[in-house]
């Protein structure tokens, strides 16, 4: 995407983002984003729907989860259909009949696009800009370095994408490459970290500011049988299951836990019927969503801490049980656990 | 229960099954069909997506097959099958065997029928048959029954006369334990005659089976080939004479439209709905028509002139499909094929499942090539749809005295 950056362009940039609620002791923040499909509550997950579809479930499944964002795959959906067929069929909202907003990672389906940071390599985390294809590079030790990312704050793009993050890097250095994005870029424009998607990185992210968030995992788990729940994940196809008769939660509204008991999705399970990867499916993506919303509701209510402190206690059976590197980054954000 | 004709047209019997259920307060109109389940789930669907389809039968099949291995798990809930799939409003039909998977022969007694399910072969006894029923709480149930003949080329009269003794021998055994059993009473048991291809045996099985009190009867083994069937019409004539009026007849492994009005015309009442299920997972969508009321012209402008298509680019083939051994047939469209590719249009114009009302053929072409699980959802959500308004166009017809245009309209489809 070539192009110069004129002066005009460079002040243009739609403000997507409006805050409406900060945490006084972490960096997290609730907000709203104003897209052209509608408005997206922040912090948001948004499901990984990689080639024009979401995994088996119909949009009119996902709709009524209350999904208002999800990912598209352009580099997948580059090659099959193509995009001369997706701009015949009315763009890719057309194409997989989507009503509400679609993120893609490039910007040839005229959606809303953001800025995308390219990978991270030994010296630190490289970012590229569409306007002018110039490259800055951040690393933590170098203060030219930072003085590069600094500009490139200053420019008026409509958010921030951090990427390159979920790869085989450690979570100690995973976690100080977010806080130290997050740091530099600035609070009024949304924070998009791609590929983050466990429950926990997603907390710990959030208090680290970071607003979006999308990741295979739910959903590919779910295609493996395996459900989440606030105490990690049921492996519904164990034998344990078998004579469960409970729902695999009993606080979360999706359909699968309103209609179907543990043992009867581990009968479906060991059968050759699809339908048992899309209960799991469905209830994974609300899982997501519903951990999203209760997120977001307690910055709003200003008890953002205790939330996390309630979280990682149901996770780990204690808040001090919760990994080191959880724990290192909730502090360096004035969040301590036990 | 209680069934009422309301009027009986060429032999095609139109009417209502009343106060069926547990609750008594059920009806299923006939000739209708049943929802086909695998492992109590509709194939692909959750309540959900199930919803969304118009016209589903009030009573769904479920197969001892897929269901016989929960038994201890079911025993232990206790509150029946029904519920535990999570369809609790639903009347429940239970097969012995899955009508799409085939049976190998060999393994019936005079003691035991074997079941084949995902986790290989189960044995029931008279005795473990009737405690599964008693765990799964069906409404109807198929007594346990030989049908191995069907599954044999030319069985020899000695086997065939075989068949039906033991039937007998079984539906005998299985009234018993239910009369031992106030559970089990709450279920209805589905006489099956057998019988293979000897009209005598035939007629034997038939007079034999409607001496007993069962709810309802089974016409076991006229699965087959369209030759095969066409061969077997005039036994199935035959057969149904011989039974009460008042009683169901359902028929096993028939599902092509042509086939469902032949037996239809030969008294029979309900069928299963795999055939749907055969077209989708063979990335087929049914396009055939079943408005007798439009005219032809009008019927290919709905289906978009593909069935000349097809007649033209010659488009029959063999596919090996799991359990699905079938030919690709007249009435429907191979969706994988790339003339879809930027095809636009619904699947079949004026219809009103979610699929047409939402999707194009563009897109199943897309999931399909991509190998994408929603293809299967969308097309099973399509075929069911299209399938269950095929019988409620029979019944429309029989009322209005139509059958004969509907007939040439379907046979004029039939390959």
Redesign the interface.
């Known amino acids: 995407m070539a192009g110069v950056a004129t002066q005009a362009s460079l002040e243009s940039a739609p403000r997507i983002m409006r805050l409406v609620a900060e945490c006084s002791r972490s960096r997290a923040r609730a907000g709203e984003l104003r897209l052209p499909h509608g408005t997206v509550a922040t912090p948001v997950f948004m499901p990984v729907g990689t080639?024009?579809?979401?995994?088996?479930?119909?949009?009119?499944?996902l709709d009524?989860l209350g999904c208002r964002i999800c990912l598209g795959n352009t580099y997948h959906l580059g090659l099959?259909?193509g995009p001369e067929?997706i701009q015949?069929?009315n763009g890719l909202h057309g194409?997989?009949?989507w009503p509400h907003n679609l993120l893609t990672d490039s910007g040839g389906f005229q959606m809303v696009s953001l800025v995308s940071l390219s990978e991270v390599t030994e010296e630190g985390v490289r970012f590229r800009s569409p306007y002018d294809g110039s490259e800055t590079l951040l690393s933590p030790e170098k203060s030219v370095q930072i003085q590069n990312a600094l500009e490139m704050t200053k420019r008026d793009v409509p958010g921030f994408a951090i990427g390159g993050l979920s790869g085989g890097e450690s979570k100690s250095q995973f976690w100080r490459m977010v806080a130290l994005s997050t740091s530099r870029l600035p609070k009024d424009k949304p924070r998009y970290l791609m590929g983050v998607g466990y429950a926990t990185d997603l907390v710990v992210c959030v208090a680290l500011g970071c607003d979006m968030f999308d990741c295979v995992f739910p959903t590919r788990t779910a295609r493996f049988g395996s459900a989440l729940v606030p105490t990690g994940n049921l492996q519904l196809r164990r034998k344990v299951f078998?004579?469960d008769?409970g729902p695999i939660n009993p606080e979360c509204t999706c359909?699968?836990c309103q209609?179907?008991?543990r043992?009867?999705l581990h009968?479906?399970l060991?059968?050759?019927?699809?339908?048992?990867?899309?209960?799991l499916t469905?209830h994974n993506i609300a899982y997501q969503l519903q951990l999203m919303s209760a997120v977001r509701t307690s910055i709003v209510e200003k008890r953002f801490p205790d939330f996390v402190r309630d979280f990682m206690g149901t996770m780990y059976g204690d808040p001090t049980l919760c990994p080191t590197w959880a724990t290192d980054a909730l502090a360096s954000v004035g969040i301590t656990l036990g | 229960m209680k069934l009422s004709l309301t009027k009986v047209v060429n032999g095609c019997r139109l009417g209502k099954i009343k106060n069926l259920g547990k609750t008594r307060d059920h009806t299923m109109d006939i000739p209708g069909c049943l929802l086909y389940t695998?492992?109590?789930?509709?194939?692909?669907?959750?309540?959900?997506?199930l919803r969304?389809i118009h016209g589903v039968p009030a009573m769904a099949q479920l197969t001892l097959s897929?269901l016989a291995e929960?038994h201890?798990?079911l025993t232990?809930?206790k509150e029946g099958v029904g519920k535990?799939?999570?369809m609790p409003e639903s009347l429940l039909y239970c097969s012995l065997h899955d009508p799409v998977s085939p049976c190998p022969a060999g393994y019936v007694t005079n003691k035991s029928v074997s079941v084949w399910s995902?986790?290989g072969r189960m044995e029931m006894t008279v005795s473990k048959f009737m405690a599964i029923q008693q765990a799964l709480q069906p409404d109807w149930f198929q007594c346990l029954s030989d049908g191995e003949v069907s599954c044999k080329e030319a069985a020899s009269i000695k086997r065939v006369r075989k068949s039906v003794d033991r039937s007998l021998l079984f539906l005998d055994n299985c009234l018993r334990l239910q009369e031992e059993s106030e559970v089990l009473q709450k279920s209805v048991i589905i006489g099956v005659i057998e019988g293979g291809d000897v009209m005598e045996e035939r007629l034997r099985s038939a007079r034999e089976t409607a001496k007993r009190p069962v709810g309802g009867f089974l016409l076991d083994g006229f699965q087959g080939n369209p030759t095969t069937l066409e061969t077997r019409l005039c036994l199935l004539s035959s057969v149904t004479a011989e039974l009460p009026e008042d009683k169901p007849r359902l028929i096993s492994g028939i599902g092509r439209p042509d086939e469902v009005l032949k037996c239809i015309e030969r008294g029979v009442d309900l069928f299963e709905s795999f055939f749907p299920y055969q077209v989708t997972e063979r990335g087929g969508a049914l396009t055939f028509s079943f408005d007798y009321q439009l005219n032809p012209e009008e019927i290919l402008l709905q289906q978009n002139g593909t069935q000349e298509e097809i007649k033209c680019v010659d488009q029959i083939k063999k596919m090996e499909i799991?359990g699905c051994n079938q030919e690709i047939t007249s009435f429907e469209i191979n969706l994988k094929e790339k003339m879809y590719?930027?095809d636009?249009n619904p699947l079949v114009r004026g219809c009103s499942c979610?699929c047409c009302k939402?999707?194009?053929r563009?897109?199943i072409h897309?999931?399909l090539?991509?190998n994408?699980?929603?293809a299967?959802?969308?097309l099973m959500m399509h075929n069911f749809e299209h399938y269950f308004g095929f019988f409620h166009s029979i019944r429309e017809a029989l009322k209005n005295d139509k059958l004969a245009q509907l007939k040439e309209l379907i046979h004029r489809q039939a390959s």
């Open positions: 080639q024009a579809t979401m995994k088996g479930i119909t949009t009119e499944q009524a099959r259909p067929l015949k069929a194409f997989m009949n078998e004579k008769f359909p699968t209609k179907h008991s043992a009867f009968a479906l060991h059968s050759d019927n699809t339908a048992a990867l899309h209960h469905v | 695998k492992t109590g789930s509709a194939p692909h669907l959750t309540h959900h997506t969304n897929s929960q201890e798990v232990e809930y535990f799939i999570g995902v986790a799991t590719r930027e636009f979610y939402n999707h194009t563009a897109y897309h999931l090539v991509t994408e699980l929603l299967g959802v969308l």
